[in-house]
């Protein structure tokens, strides 16, 4: 039923995520942003930014031709909207999961991945820039903290997409310097979502798509994108 255009990373896995959680039939055509997959035209015809994840719905709930979406964050959307799942459909309830999952389009996603970027991948160890994004990660996970304090997870008694959304970007907390042991709250919910048989088998599946660390020619490919790239 879904076509999902994919590689393990944070925002390929908030998809897997939600199909596995859902229950979605869905099959991965792997994009490898480190050799360029993103670029080509074929996928740049419905994922315009050459960003993945994207997905196809060849089942539509209106019935019509096959519709296509990128943005993990809009994917995420539409998937809760077309299943009823993990999108609560009161006003009040709907605006927070909203709340916090375009808080983590705008600042934890973001933040983490330049923390990630400065702190692993690029070539000139600049300390300002890795403090700077250390710091804000920090900020954004003690945010997250007192928000899961008295609660399950974020939106409050329910699993929603605004968990799926965060959940993969903190996987990678020692990369970014992080100590959960500093957040109590924040740990409750990471293993507790950890330990989902959904989130157990979402990151399964793209197990043996990355094959080691990333290469300088990788490096290139990904990071020296610019208008006439795409």
Do not use: C
């Not at 605006?95 to 983590?104: G, I, S």
Request: proline share 6%.
């Amino acid at each position: 039923m879904i076509d999902l255009y994919y590689w393990p990373t944070p925002n390929g896995h908030k998809i897997t995520l939600f199909l596995e959680e859902a229950g979605l039939d869905y099959k991965i055509h792997p994009i490898n942003i480190g050799a360029g997959d993103q670029f080509k035209p074929e996928f740049l015809a419905f994922s315009p930014n050459n960003r993945m994840p994207a997905i196809i719905d060849n089942d539509p709930a209106d019935g019509g031709d096959a519709i296509t979406v990128f943005e993990s964050g809009a994917i995420l959307q539409y998937l809760a909207e077309k299943t009823g799942k993990f999108l609560p459909t009161d006003v009040r309830g709907r605006k927070t999961v909203m709340e916090w999952l375009f808080w983590q389009m705008g600042g934890l996603g973001p933040m983490a991945g330049q923390n990630h970027h400065f702190g692993s991948y690029a070539p000139e160890k600049i300390p300002y820039a890795i403090t700077r994004y250390v710091n804000e990660t920090n900020r954004l996970y003690g945010v997250l903290n007192k928000r899961l304090e008295g609660r399950d997870f974020i939106a409050g008694d329910d699993y929603t997409i605004a968990d799926m959304a965060s959940y993969p970007w903190i996987v990678s907390h020692e990369k970014q310097q992080q100590d959960l042991n500093d957040f109590p709250n924040l740990k409750r919910w990471f293993e507790n979502i950890g330990s989902r048989p959904a989130t157990i088998a979402a990151y399964k599946a793209g197990e043996g798509l990355r094959s080691g660390e990333m290469s300088e020619a990788d490096k290139k490919v990904l990071f020296g994108q610019t208008s006439k790239t795409t």
